[in-house]
């Protein structure tokens, strides 16, 4: 998936979660990518994430630890 | 219980049925108990004393006018007719009597005076109320002629033997495709006109003239059926006693011996139908009275649209090629699937257990989809397996899931029938869901109250004898605005049902929700310019649903294809929770379905991240059930969603794909990324009709079998499990879940299925909400709404009752954010997309019927004012550009759309409307957001490059070779 494409997925998914009550938003954002996105696109995020993660919103930099890493 | 057993005599009784008490009466000396309001004819009826009728029939309220079902009742004057006189208690009625005989005759005898006596050439033959009156009431004789010199007076005769023309004569309108109106055959009962008002609710047919000059008129003077209002539903054809309304295909074929009841194949609501053959040849489509959804009704779709099951382009033998700018080559059954399997196996060990995958079919059956996606499950071994659900009601299924613990809608049909105030919001069901769009109306007519949020004027808005309190007319893009500005009112103004939600939902979360929304920045003045809607519309609509007794949400694709769909979803639940409108008739969120087995497929199991039952794959109870079922272990992690599958091929990590009855390039959103995800994968299987679009990328084409050459079931939008029955073979030589089978075999799938219902019955025995779910119960009860189990034996027609499908039901903050697809100096405008109700999705089966003389090329409408600056005219035309793509067609004024919102269809792969769409989506699902893409329109002369070159590509793509010698 195209780097910028990836981002603007896990942004508007933190987006959600921002408005969400509770202090467990980054749980949340993590939960959401290990239901539904599949192992490769999760590798993908976490790669760019120890890249630097340009353009991610920070919730889903705070999420990455708790994102499955892909066997 | 209703409909516990089903009427399977579809006798007409003459009028509708009535609820009330009990009555009790004499009909000929028979004692008869019937409900209050019934008419003597139906009580007769039903007591099996059938009384002579012509103008009467159960579909439309009795009218009184043909005289012919006069009886006598003791204690009353004169002759009453028996379809306008309810029943009393201790009325003794008499059928036959010498008085009333005598004037049925009579009335007889004045009818056939004025009708052609052709009966042995006439379509009608067999299937004509006139001639089994005349024969029941005993008419042997027609005394009355013209006089000798008086010239002709009636209706029948063209001219008469001295060659003079008969100016009551009117030729026969062949007009609309597929019926005919001969008025020479009319004998002015008005049942088509009633029909077409009553069932209908188009008010298109009226009776002009008075007395002997009385006729059924279509529109104005100078319209015919084509170019009046009619929208060719079939009611008044179905209504007609005579041949004057005919369908052509019994003028052609001759009248139909056999009938097998089964399922439309087109939308969500799933009428039920008579297929009427003789032998196998079809010869009509008639709405089934006894159908639970439909309610022996029809549209244009379903009624008459069947004739692509045999069109010439309909391919029935299977193909293969090794590349995509080869022609294709015919093969056997054998080969095509060993050539599939070899590849699909080939393409794993080259590039990984998940480099393949499966897209089912929400127009396949739940059988289909169910053998669809277990052999992604458990012959690919992975859970790559999406559905075109993805991109229609995905976010119905995580919202609904988020708030009330299951992705369903939660009433049946007839629930309108008790509803008090309606939103529509983001859906067209006039066009897109005719019957229930009809079935809306009726209660409308009756007085329930409507509020539609769309960006367009809809027909629901205003028409005869509709009209919606509140049109919220939003810009695209700001639903979660709009429906937060409604839960804005309805909380700030102490509106909201405390009782429900303290008993139902969670009351903390309530009250969390309860503050998010009182917040000013949600009330309706703050989000007017946002919105484009007025405040005080928003205010009203509130106030209106809040204070205005049962009130029903019914949404479509408007709600879910945005950035926000999820979110919408949720604020729609949080609307309904707020008021309390959950749990009892006339209530409820209603997701209408776009295609016939949306619903059906979701159940089954179709998403990547869920197995059958929207239980998560991650879950290892879940797994182990079907692991133990099918004797294979299933990978714990989500599968790929179609649009990643695409994103995965660009990058060359996705290589196959087996594609059932589905047409993504056509119907997915961003067709150029289609396109190019489809041409870097090694082995793209279409199973289909056609050669659809995305057929011009795929290397093995299997032939499809139509829903008449199938046995299954579809599920309707009401969780309504509907049985498809076959009506003939398939001429392709299979079923559509054997081919699957033959494909799973060939990978080493083992499996053994002999027929559907075995197949049902492993859904059964590994999907609790389908645990009591048998062909058998489907036959004995016409249908059943799942969850069907041992706590619902019969089905449930309501959900959440007594509780959530959850527990208690979840207030989720709905906060608005703007989508990233904006307005700018380069693209200005905002397209949505929809469809119209002749066609249906990318059209590759309505195009291929008379239906396209509706409707023969997508057109952009757009408002006057927009068009002026750009100095466009109606038919010019023009340039539809985003920063996707463009394309070209033909612009339609219209003020039914709001200055700076454009619209169109995407029913004709030569516009191809997705090319402009973008591949922004859900956040939630992915589910693109077709509804919103900013464009420009301009002048243009013609057709786009891309369309040019897509033209070549595909004429290239669909050569087949000659079989050889």
Same mark, same amino acid.
């Given at each position: 998936?195209?780097?910028?494409?990836?981002?603007?997925?896990?942004?508007?998914?933190?987006?959600?979660?921002?408005?969400?009550?509770?202090?467990?938003?980054?749980?949340?954002?993590?939960?959401?990518?290990?239901?539904?996105?599949?192992?490769?696109?999760?590798?993908?995020?976490?790669?760019?994430?120890?890249?630097?993660?340009?353009?991610?919103?920070?919730?889903?930099?705070?999420?990455?630890?708790?994102?499955?890493?892909?066997? | 219980?209703?409909?516990?057993?089903?009427?399977?005599?579809?006798?007409?009784?003459?009028?509708?049925?009535?609820?009330?008490?009990?009555?009790?009466?004499?009909?000929?000396?028979?004692?008869?108990?019937?409900?209050?309001?019934?008419?003597?004819?139906?009580?007769?009826?039903?007591?099996?004393?059938?009384?002579?009728?012509?103008?009467?029939?159960?579909?439309?309220?009795?009218?009184?006018?043909?005289?012919?079902?006069?009886?006598?009742?003791?204690?009353?004057?004169?002759?009453?007719?028996?379809?306008?006189?309810?029943?009393?208690?201790?009325?003794?009625?008499?059928?036959?009597?010498?008085?009333?005989?005598?004037?049925?005759?009579?009335?007889?005898?004045?009818?056939?005076?004025?009708?052609?006596?052709?009966?042995?050439?006439?379509?009608?033959?067999?299937?004509?109320?006139?001639?089994?009156?005349?024969?029941?009431?005993?008419?042997?004789?027609?005394?009355?002629?013209?006089?000798?010199?008086?010239?002709?007076?009636?209706?029948?005769?063209?001219?008469?033997?001295?060659?003079?023309?008969?100016?009551?004569?009117?030729?026969?309108?062949?007009?609309?495709?597929?019926?005919?109106?001969?008025? @020479?055959? +009319?004998?002015? *009962?008005?049942? #088509? /006109?009633? =029909? &077409?008002?009553?069932?209908?609710?188009?008010?298109?047919?009226? %009776?002009?003239?008075?007395?002997?000059?009385?006729?059924?008129?279509?529109?104005?003077?100078?319209?015919?059926?084509?170019? @009046?209002? +009619?929208?060719? *539903?079939?009611? #008044? /054809?179905? =209504? &007609?006693?005579?041949?004057?309304?005919?369908?052509?295909?019994? %003028?052609?074929?001759?009248?139909?011996?056999?009938?097998?009841?089964?399922?439309?194949?087109?939308?969500?609501?799933?009428? @039920?139908?008579?297929?009427?053959?003789?032998?196998?040849?079809?010869?009509?489509?008639?709405?089934?009275?006894?159908?639970?959804?439909?309610?022996?009704?029809?549209?244009?779709?379903?009624?008459?649209?069947?004739?692509?099951?045999?069109?010439?382009?309909?391919?029935?033998?299977?193909?293969?090629?090794?590349?995509?700018?080869?022609?294709?080559?015919?093969?056997?059954?054998?080969?095509?699937?060993?050539?599939?399997?070899?590849?699909?196996?080939?393409?794993?060990?080259?590039?990984?257990?998940?480099?393949?995958?499966?897209?089912?079919?929400?127009?396949?059956?739940?059988?289909?989809?169910?053998?669809?996606?277990?052999?992604?499950?458990?012959?690919?071994?992975?859970?790559?397996?999406?559905?075109?659900?993805?991109?229609?009601?995905?976010?119905?299924?995580?919202?609904?899931?988020?708030?009330?613990?299951?992705?369903?809608?939660?009433?049946?049909?007839?629930?309108?029938?008790?509803?008090?105030?309606?939103?529509?919001?983001?859906?067209?069901?006039?066009?897109?869901?005719?019957?229930?769009?009809?079935?809306?109306?009726?209660?409308?007519?009756?007085?329930?109250?409507?509020?539609?949020?769309?960006?367009?004027?809809?027909?629901?808005?205003?028409?005869?004898?509709?009209?919606?309190?509140?049109?919220?007319?939003?810009?695209?893009?700001?639903?979660?605005?709009?429906?937060?500005?409604?839960?804005?009112?309805?909380?700030?103004?102490?509106?909201?049902?405390?009782?429900?939600?303290?008993?139902?939902?969670?009351?903390?979360?309530?009250?969390?929700?309860?503050?998010?929304?009182?917040?000013?920045?949600?009330?309706?003045?703050?989000?007017?310019?946002?919105?484009?809607?007025?405040?005080?519309?928003?205010?009203?609509?509130?106030?209106?649903?809040?204070?205005?007794?049962?009130?029903?949400?019914?949404?479509?694709?408007?709600?879910?294809?945005?950035?926000?769909?999820?979110?919408?979803?949720?604020?729609?639940?949080?609307?309904?929770?707020?008021?309390?409108?959950?749990?009892?008739?006339?209530?409820?969120?209603?997701?209408?379905?776009?295609?016939?087995?949306?619903?059906?497929?979701?159940?089954?199991?179709?998403?990547?991240?869920?197995?059958?039952?929207?239980?998560?794959?991650?879950?290892?109870?879940?797994?182990?059930?079907?692991?133990?079922?099918?004797?294979?272990?299933?990978?714990?992690?989500?599968?790929?969603?179609?649009?990643?599958?695409?994103?995965?091929?660009?990058?060359?990590?996705?290589?196959?794909?087996?594609?059932?009855?589905?047409?993504?390039?056509?119907?997915?959103?961003?067709?150029?990324?289609?396109?190019?995800?489809?041409?870097?994968?090694?082995?793209?299987?279409?199973?289909?009709?056609?050669?659809?679009?995305?057929?011009?990328?795929?290397?093995?084409?299997?032939?499809?079998?139509?829903?008449?050459?199938?046995?299954?079931?579809?599920?309707?939008?009401?969780?309504?499990?509907?049985?498809?029955?076959?009506?003939?073979?398939?001429?392709?030589?299979?079923?559509?879940?054997?081919?699957?089978?033959?494909?799973?075999?060939?990978?080493?799938?083992?499996?053994?299925?002999?027929?559907?219902?075995?197949?049902?019955?492993?859904?059964?025995?590994?999907?609790?909400?389908?645990?009591?779910?048998?062909?058998?119960?489907?036959?004995?009860?016409?249908?059943?709404?799942?969850?069907?189990?041992?706590?619902?034996?019969?089905?449930?027609?309501?959900?959440?009752?007594?509780?959530?499908?959850?527990?208690?039901?979840?207030?989720?903050?709905?906060?608005?954010?703007?989508?990233?697809?904006?307005?700018?100096?380069?693209?200005?405008?905002?397209?949505?997309?929809?469809?119209?109700?002749?066609?249906?999705?990318?059209?590759?089966?309505?195009?291929?019927?008379?239906?396209?003389?509706?409707?023969?090329?997508?057109?952009?409408?757009?408002?006057?004012?927009?068009?002026?600056?750009?100095?466009?005219?109606?038919?010019?035309?023009?340039?539809?550009?985003?920063?996707?793509?463009?394309?070209?067609?033909?612009?339609?004024?219209?003020?039914?759309?709001?200055?700076?919102?454009?619209?169109?269809?995407?029913?004709?792969?030569?516009?191809?409307?997705?090319?402009?769409?973008?591949?922004?989506?859900?956040?939630?699902?992915?589910?693109?957001?077709?509804?919103?893409?900013?464009?420009?329109?301009?002048?243009?002369?013609?057709?786009?490059?891309?369309?040019?070159?897509?033209?070549?590509?595909?004429?290239?793509?669909?050569?087949?070779?000659?079989?050889?010698?």
């Amino acid at each position: 998936m195209a780097p910028e494409k990836m981002v603007m997925m896990a942004n508007q998914i933190a987006g959600f979660f921002h408005t969400q009550p509770g202090d467990d938003q980054a749980a949340k954002v993590a939960d959401h990518l290990n239901d539904f996105w599949a192992p490769k696109m999760r590798g993908q995020l976490i790669d760019h994430v120890e890249a630097g993660g340009a353009g991610l919103d920070p919730l889903v930099i705070e999420a990455i630890g708790m994102v499955r890493q892909p066997a | 219980m209703k409909d516990f057993v089903i009427p399977w005599d579809e006798k007409d009784i003459g009028t509708p049925a009535k609820s009330g008490a009990p009555v009790t009466l004499s009909i000929d000396g028979f004692e008869v108990t019937v409900p209050e309001g019934t008419s003597v004819m139906r009580a007769a009826a039903q007591a099996g004393l059938d009384i002579p009728k012509l103008c009467a029939t159960d579909s439309v309220e009795a009218f009184g006018s043909c005289r012919l079902c006069v009886v006598e009742i003791d204690g009353r004057r004169g002759t009453p007719s028996s379809c306008t006189t309810p029943v009393a208690e201790g009325m003794v009625v008499h059928t036959q009597s010498p008085k009333v005989k005598k004037i049925r005759r009579g009335v007889m005898e004045l009818y056939i005076s004025d009708h052609p006596l052709d009966c042995l050439t006439c379509a009608a033959n067999g299937d004509c109320e006139l001639q089994d009156m005349a024969g029941a009431v005993g008419l042997r004789d027609v005394r009355y002629a013209a006089p000798e010199g008086a010239g002709i007076a009636n209706h029948f005769e063209a001219r008469d033997t001295s060659g003079e023309t008969n100016r009551a004569w009117l030729p026969k309108d062949e007009s609309n495709p597929y019926f005919t109106y001969d008025p @020479s055959k +009319c004998i002015v *009962c008005s049942r #088509c /006109v009633r =029909a &077409c008002e009553e069932v209908q609710g188009t008010f298109a047919l009226t %009776i002009q003239g008075r007395g002997f000059d009385s006729r059924v008129s279509a529109g104005a003077g100078f319209d015919d059926f084509l170019s @009046s209002d +009619c929208v060719s *539903c079939g009611a #008044c /054809v179905q =209504a &007609c006693p005579t041949a004057t309304l005919q369908e052509k295909s019994v %003028i052609e074929k001759g009248t139909p011996a056999r009938s097998v009841v089964t399922t439309c194949a087109y939308c969500g609501v799933g009428c @039920s139908f008579k297929a009427e053959l003789n032998g196998d040849e079809l010869i009509r489509m008639v709405p089934w009275k006894s159908g639970a959804a439909n309610r022996g009704h029809s549209c244009v779709k379903g009624r008459f649209a069947w004739g692509y099951a045999n069109h010439k382009e309909r391919i029935l033998n299977p193909m293969i090629r090794d590349r995509i700018d080869e022609p294709w080559r015919e093969v056997s059954w054998e080969d095509a699937i060993e050539f599939a399997a070899t590849r699909l196996r080939g393409l794993q060990e080259k590039y990984g257990q998940k480099s393949i995958g499966v897209i089912t079919s929400s127009r396949c059956t739940n059988e289909e989809t169910y053998l669809v996606q277990k052999l992604t499950r458990a012959v690919f071994g992975n859970n790559n397996t999406d559905t075109c659900a993805r991109v229609c009601h995905s976010p119905t299924g995580y919202g609904l899931g988020q708030t009330f613990g299951t992705s369903a809608g939660t009433q049946d049909f007839d629930s309108v029938e008790q509803s008090d105030i309606v939103i529509v919001i983001g859906a067209n069901p006039t066009d897109a869901h005719p019957v229930f769009g009809s079935r809306l109306k009726k209660r409308l007519r009756a007085g329930a109250k409507l509020i539609v949020i769309d960006p367009r004027r809809t027909d629901l808005v205003k028409s005869p004898h509709i009209e919606a309190a509140h049109h919220l007319a939003l810009r695209p893009g700001t639903n979660v605005a709009v429906v937060s500005a409604l839960a804005h009112v309805i909380v700030t103004e102490g509106l909201y049902d405390e009782a429900f939600i303290r008993t139902r939902c969670d009351w903390d979360e309530f009250q969390q929700y309860a503050e998010f929304v009182s917040d000013p920045r949600h009330a309706p003045e703050a989000v007017e310019e946002l919105t484009g809607v007025p405040a005080a519309e928003m205010r009203g609509a509130a106030r209106l649903f809040a204070n205005g007794g049962n009130g029903a949400i019914y949404y479509g694709l408007g709600v879910t294809e945005h950035s926000q769909g999820s979110t919408t979803v949720m604020g729609i639940a949080n609307l309904a929770m707020l008021t309390g409108n959950i749990g009892r008739p006339g209530v409820g969120v209603n997701p209408l379905r776009g295609q016939n087995n949306v619903q059906g497929s979701c159940d089954m199991g179709s998403f990547p991240h869920e197995l059958p039952g929207y239980r998560h794959v991650k879950l290892p109870e879940v797994r182990e059930i079907f692991e133990k079922a099918w004797g294979v272990e299933i990978d714990p992690e989500p599968g790929l969603r179609i649009p990643n599958m695409l994103d995965e091929a660009v990058e060359g990590g996705f290589k196959g794909l087996y594609c059932q009855g589905e047409d993504i390039l056509q119907s997915d959103p961003d067709t150029k990324h289609v396109a190019a995800g489809l041409a870097a994968m090694e082995c793209v299987i279409v199973h289909d009709l056609f050669l659809n679009e995305t057929a011009n990328y795929a290397h093995v084409f299997l032939p499809g079998s139509s829903f008449l050459e199938k046995d299954g079931t579809f599920t309707n939008a009401e969780r309504r499990i509907n049985m498809v029955r076959q009506v003939m073979k398939p001429k392709n030589g299979y079923q559509d879940w054997e081919v699957t089978q033959l494909l799973a075999n060939a990978m080493g799938g083992d499996w053994t299925y002999t027929h559907p219902r075995e197949i049902m019955a492993e859904i059964a025995a590994t999907t609790p909400s389908f645990a009591g779910v048998t062909y058998d119960l489907i036959d004995a009860r016409g249908s059943v709404q799942w969850p069907c189990n041992d706590d619902s034996p019969d089905g449930t027609p309501l959900m959440h009752v007594d509780g959530f499908m959850r527990g208690k039901g979840r207030f989720m903050i709905t906060d608005y954010i703007a989508t990233e697809e904006k307005t700018g100096p380069r693209f200005p405008l905002l397209l949505t997309t929809g469809r119209i109700l002749s066609q249906y999705n990318v059209g590759a089966q309505t195009r291929r019927t008379e239906n396209s003389i509706w409707h023969e090329e997508d057109l952009l409408e757009i408002h006057p004012h927009d068009a002026e600056v750009r100095g466009l005219n109606e038919g010019d035309w023009v340039r539809l550009a985003s920063r996707s793509g463009e394309t070209t067609l033909r612009a339609h004024l219209t003020d039914r759309v709001t200055p700076g919102v454009v619209y169109t269809t995407f029913h004709h792969p030569d516009t191809q409307a997705n090319v402009v769409t973008t591949e922004h989506s859900d956040w939630a699902t992915n589910c693109p957001e077709y509804k919103v893409t900013a464009v420009q329109v301009s002048a243009s002369n013609g057709p786009s490059d891309w369309q040019e070159d897509y033209a070549e590509q595909a004429r290239k793509a669909r050569r087949i070779l000659p079989a050889a010698e």
